[in-house]
């Protein structure tokens, strides 16, 4: 590149050279020839005038004599001019003249200098008029030539700096990829084995799923010794004789249970559920059966009866020492079952919830994967492109540089060539010149033969004015050349021609750059976070000779500006709700939706944050209610599907008052019956069966709710009758598992029955913890989407054990928003039996619907 600049440098000097070696030429041509000619007058000699007009091209026999005789008479005149006299001195010198010229007179040799002077002046005027057509000619050549030296050392320079950019972009490509294929490939192996240890995983805790419930199968309530024993009045109990024999059998059963038991237990993989698992089978083997004295018996039925107690005890439960027994407490059988439920409800719990994490870590790999690939291959194929642009770059500089050899080379044969023509042309000239002086001089000789009393004057013309070439560039033009007499001849030179015709238009036509159409954008070179996206276009015709040049023929553009992690854009507020009650006090709501949703690890808020659903009270009118009515009544249409707890979470005692207040609520919506567009109720009660199957109900598996102890004693598809609330009093108490995802996953197709122009409310009055709040919550999502509202009704007790709690956390996102219309929290059985609590519970219900 310094080479190319050093040879351009040394090719520009030499134009301008050339240039101003032409320039000169034209300073000649534009000082006229007065000026030379007066130079040259100025130091010519006779001698030298006839030395100029041998050697012209003009020369002819009679005027090389005229010249050798004004030569020779110019001799003799300086030789003898002291004795000549003044009188007839010229006439003898006329004669003299007239007779060793061998011209007539000297008129006749005047009009030969003039005739010879003025084909001179004329070939003069033709070779200026040539070499300066000659010289713009070159000179147009020349800068053409001289553009294109320019124009291939420039691209020559550009592709060299493309090369180096390319060579660098792809050494740094090439350097990084190695480094993005590794890290590739060891997310791949991160991502598998995360997937083999899910896979693990998910098989543990199926297995622990089915090690439970063999565990719970092979746990059974009651004992054959307890079916056969006969209680007394006084709280022993004793075997009939003859029992020995059922009792073995028994036994026998009972140890093959607890041995598959024992094997389904250590089978569990989870430490912690296995060791509560444990607990509970302790709780159930830790009863025992006390023996009391009685009579002594034959030895014969002793020994039987020893025999068959040893036999069909289990451990820790019968002491053989005798024929009467006292059964000690056993802890609640049913209970320590339902434990069971709910260990077997959180292993499947965490085992559906190992999907959704799955399902997410495997969306993780994806898209980090995804950004691998597309990183290496955006790599690949812009080293692809970095390897194009440096193939083409260094084919372009060999082009270019080839190219530039080339136009050098030629400037330089040009730079001679007209270097030559300059000098010709000057010499040409001034030979013209010459020739003018010499004739002009012998004819001043014949002048001062004469006396010098002749007075000459040659025609005197302007220069020449340029007409408008016929076209304006491409060569073949032609233009006209005028001038006109300044001063008319006087003895001398007659008027050169006036009117000439000159090549014009040499210079080449200018040429447009024309380029092709946009190719389409590239892909983004980022996924996110601003990346650049390209396009080109071809040059299909450069510029040439001035002509209109490219612009530019890449174009580039941001892209992707959005952040690579963004939160979701919310809407704007909607405008605030009607009051959700018709009197007294109520609330209004308002909602923002997502109106982009979030990027890679951005965040959104829930439908229910405070982000996007705000509530404020409002206050009607109160509500007015007749002196001698104790309890809230509702006339409202609205479809009410009421959800009763009776698991053994709560006691007997308690059941009760939860009967109590169930009827009390059915009555106070519904009445007599008798109001056709009046609420409809669809009650159930829950108290599961304590079955596996059951337990892992709900949540979209179809089964058999009848299986599973739950009960309908209303549908919304039918008119509730008035005797519902007696119905509700002669239940019996279920005492099950608390299988509250089950009983609500049978709501859904209950109100799919339900009035069209009727709204739908979900209440679930219950004391304890659900078998599995998961599904639970799902559940209850479910029903929100469905388009019913859910309101949960806990009843607190205090002093119990952490299961039989009511969860209120879990159930603020349970029920629907407002909290404070949706979770009413009743402290107490009695309370709940109550008209205070029973209005308000009513009050809700049909708030915002009308009462």
Same mark, same amino acid.
């Given at each position: 590149s310094g080479r190319a600049s050093r040879l351009l440098l040394g090719v520009a000097l030499g134009v301008n050279e050339a240039v101003a070696v032409a320039r000169s030429a034209l300073d000649f041509v534009k000082r006229g020839h007065d000026a030379l000619q007066a130079e040259i007058m100025l130091n010519m000699t006779t001698e030298e005038a006839v030395r100029t007009i041998r050697e012209s091209r003009l020369v002819s026999p009679a005027l090389l004599q005229v010249a050798q005789t004004a030569l020779a008479q110019g001799g003799e005149h300086r030789?003898?001019?002291?004795?000549?006299?003044?009188?007839?001195?010229?006439?003898?010198?006329?004669?003299?003249?007239?007779?060793?010229?061998?011209?007539?007179?000297?008129?006749?040799?005047?009009?030969?200098?003039?005739?010879?002077?003025?084909?001179?002046?004329?070939?003069?005027?033709?070779?200026?008029?040539?070499?300066?057509?000659?010289?713009?000619?070159?000179?147009?050549?020349?800068?053409?030539?001289?553009?294109?030296?320019?124009?291939?050392?420039?691209?020559?320079?550009?592709?060299?700096?493309?090369?180096?950019?390319?060579?660098?972009?792809?050494?740094?490509?090439?350097?990084?990829?190695?480094?993005?294929?590794?890290?590739?490939?060891?997310?791949?192996?991160?991502?598998?084995?995360?997937?083999?240890?899910?896979?693990?995983?998910?098989?543990?805790?199926?297995?622990?799923?089915?090690?439970?419930?063999?565990?719970?199968?092979?746990?059974?309530?009651?004992?054959?010794?307890?079916?056969?024993?006969?209680?007394?009045?006084?709280?022993?109990?004793?075997?009939?004789?003859?029992?020995?024999?059922?009792?073995?059998?028994?036994?026998?059963?009972?140890?093959?249970?607890?041995?598959?038991?024992?094997?389904?237990?250590?089978?569990?993989?989870?430490?912690?559920?296995?060791?509560?698992?444990?607990?509970?089978i302790r709780q159930l083997d830790g009863g025992r059966v006390a023996r009391e004295p009685k009579k002594q018996e034959e030895p014969q039925q002793q020994q039987e009866g020893a025999l068959a107690m040893r036999r069909?005890?289990? /451990?820790?439960?019968? !002491?053989?020492?005798?024929?009467?027994? $006292? @059964? =000690? %407490? *056993? /802890?609640?059988?049913? !209970?320590?079952?339902?434990?069971?439920? $709910? @260990? =077997? %409800? *959180?292993?499947?719990?965490?085992?559906?919830?190992?999907?959704?994490?799955?399902?997410?870590?495997?969306?993780?790999?994806?898209?980090?994967?995804?950004?691998?690939?597309?990183?290496?291959?955006?790599?690949?194929?812009?080293?692809?492109?970095?390897?194009?642009?440096?193939?083409?770059?260094t084919a372009e500089e060999i082009d270019r540089h080839s190219m530039w050899q080339q136009r050098s080379a030629e400037l330089q044969t040009l730079q001679k060539e007209y270097n030559q023509e300059v000098k010709t042309c000057n010499s040409n000239i001034a030979s013209l010149q010459s020739e003018i002086c010499a004739l002009r001089k012998i004819r001043g000789e014949f002048s001062k033969q004469e006396g010098g009393k002749d007075y000459f004057q040659d025609c005197q013309v302007s220069a020449w004015a340029e007409g408008v070439c016929s076209v304006p560039c491409g060569g073949g033009g032609r233009r006209e050349l005028t001038r006109t007499v300044i001063s008319p001849p006087v003895r001398g030179a007659g008027c050169p021609p006036l009117k000439l015709m000159q090549n014009c238009g040499a210079e080449k036509c200018p040429v447009d750059c024309r380029v092709g159409v946009w190719s389409g954008w590239s892909e983004c070179s980022a996924l996110c976070g601003g990346g650049i996206k390209e396009r080109m276009r071809k040059v299909l015709q450069k510029a040439e000779h001035g002509g209109q040049p490219c612009g530019s023929v890449t174009d580039a553009q941001e892209c992707n500006a959005q952040?690579?992690?963004?939160?979701?854009?919310?809407?704007?507020?909607?405008?605030?709700?009607?009051?959700?009650?018709?009197?007294?006090?109520?609330?209004?709501?308002?909602?923002?939706?997502?109106?982009?949703?979030?990027?890679?690890?951005?965040?959104?808020?829930?439908?229910?944050?405070?982000?996007?659903?705000?509530?404020?009270?409002?206050?009607?009118?109160?509500?007015?209610?007749?002196?001698?009515?104790?309890?809230?009544?509702?006339?409202s249409k609205v479809d009410v599907a009421l959800l009763v707890d009776g698991s053994s979470a709560i006691s007997a005692a308690d059941w009760n008052l939860m009967r109590r207040a169930a009827s009390m609520v059915v009555e106070a919506l519904i009445g007599d019956g008798s109001n056709a567009d009046g609420p409809r109720v669809a009650l159930q009660v829950f108290g599961g069966k304590l079955s596996a199957k059951c337990a892992q109900?709900?949540?979209?598996?179809?089964?058999?709710?009848?299986?599973?102890?739950?009960?309908?004693?209303?549908?919304?598809?039918?008119?509730?009758?008035?005797?519902?609330?007696?119905?509700?009093?002669?239940?019996?108490?279920?005492?099950?598992?608390?299988?509250?995802?089950?009983?609500?996953?049978?709501?859904?197709?209950?109100?799919?029955?339900?009035?069209?122009?009727a709204p739908s409310v979900v209440v679930v009055l219950t004391a304890g913890e659900p078998m599995d709040m998961h599904l639970t919550g799902e559940v209850s999502m479910d029903l929100q989407e469905f388009g019913s509202r859910v309101m949960w009704v806990p009843i607190l007790r205090r002093g119990l054990q952490a299961s039989h709690w009511a969860p209120l956390q879990e159930m603020k996102h349970w029920v629907s928003l407002p909290l404070q219309e949706n979770l009413v929290v009743v402290e107490g059985f009695k309370t709940l039996a109550t008209p205070v609590a029973v209005s308000r519970l009513v009050d809700e219900i049909c708030a915002a619907h009308g009462r």
């Open positions: 030789h003898r001019h002291k004795r000549r006299v003044r009188g007839g001195h010229g006439a003898a010198h006329r004669a003299h003249l007239q007779e060793g010229s061998g011209v007539e007179n000297f008129d006749q040799a005047l009009k030969e200098i003039n005739s010879h002077l003025e084909k001179a002046m004329e070939n003069s005027d033709i070779e200026c008029i040539r070499c300066k057509g000659v010289e713009e000619a070159l000179l147009v050549e020349l800068d053409a030539v001289k553009r294109d030296v320019f124009f291939f050392s420039e691209r020559a320079t550009e592709a060299r700096a493309q090369i180096l950019r390319s060579q660098q972009q792809e050494y740094m490509l090439t350097a990084k990829l190695p480094n993005l294929q590794e890290g590739r490939l060891e997310h791949k192996e991160r991502c598998h084995d995360y997937s083999h240890d899910h896979s693990h995983e998910v098989e543990a805790a199926k297995g622990d799923v089915e090690s439970i419930s063999k565990v719970f199968q092979e746990t059974t309530c009651g004992t054959l010794f307890s079916a056969l024993a006969v209680r007394s009045h006084n709280g022993t109990v004793s075997v009939p004789h003859g029992s020995g024999p059922a009792l073995l059998r028994g036994h026998i059963a009972m140890r093959r249970r607890k041995r598959r038991r024992a094997i389904a237990l250590a089978s569990v993989r989870s430490e912690t559920t296995r060791r509560q698992l444990a607990d509970l069909s005890r289990a /451990p820790n439960q019968v !002491q053989s020492t005798g024929g009467h027994f $006292r @059964l =000690r %407490a *056993e /802890p609640d059988c049913n !209970q320590v079952r339902d434990q069971m439920l $709910r @260990l =077997r %409800a *959180e292993a499947q719990q965490k085992l559906d919830g190992m999907d959704p994490d799955y399902a997410e870590e495997q969306h993780g790999c994806d898209e980090e994967a995804e950004e691998y690939d597309h990183e290496i291959e955006g790599i690949v194929h812009q080293a692809g492109i970095e390897s194009t642009e440096l193939a083409e770059a952040a690579c992690n963004q939160d979701c854009k919310l809407s704007k507020w909607t405008e605030w709700s009607a009051c959700s009650a018709t009197c007294g006090s109520g609330t209004q709501q308002r909602t923002r939706k997502v109106r982009e949703l979030a990027v890679g690890t951005g965040s959104c808020p829930g439908p229910h944050s405070h982000d996007r659903a705000n509530f404020r009270m409002c206050q009607l009118p109160a509500c007015e209610r007749p002196k001698n009515q104790r309890i809230s009544k509702c006339k109900g709900g949540a979209g598996e179809v089964i058999d709710l009848k299986d599973c102890g739950i009960t309908w004693l209303s549908h919304i598809r039918d008119k509730t009758e008035g005797d519902l609330a007696k119905k509700i009093g002669d239940l019996q108490f279920p005492a099950g598992s608390a299988l509250t995802h089950t009983a609500l996953s049978g709501v859904e197709m209950e109100l799919h029955y339900g009035r069209m122009d």
